[in-house]
């Protein structure tokens, strides 16, 4: 099983994105975050299998996120 987050900065997309994961035997949703800020928080601490990452969001970028993040999980 895979374990995922989402990071969208638009509200009705994660939460399409996360009704579809809840309903995959082979993903476990870990958190939506709509802050990219706090996702990144999480993601120092928490590593996780998969990111449904949104590319353009306030304040700090899906490209950005990723380049400080100390692992490379899969990415969509």
Do not use: W
């Amino acid at each position: 099983m895979l374990t995922a987050v989402i990071i969208d900065d638009d509200k009705m997309s994660g939460t399409i994105l996360e009704h579809y994961c809840e309903k995959s035997e082979d993903v476990q949703m870990l958190r939506l975050f709509s802050d990219p800020k706090e996702a990144m928080e999480f993601l120092q601490s928490e590593m996780v299998d998969l990111l449904f990452l949104d590319v353009e969001m306030p304040g700090l970028n899906g490209f950005d996120l990723l380049d400080k993040l100390d692992y490379t999980p899969y990415v969509i």
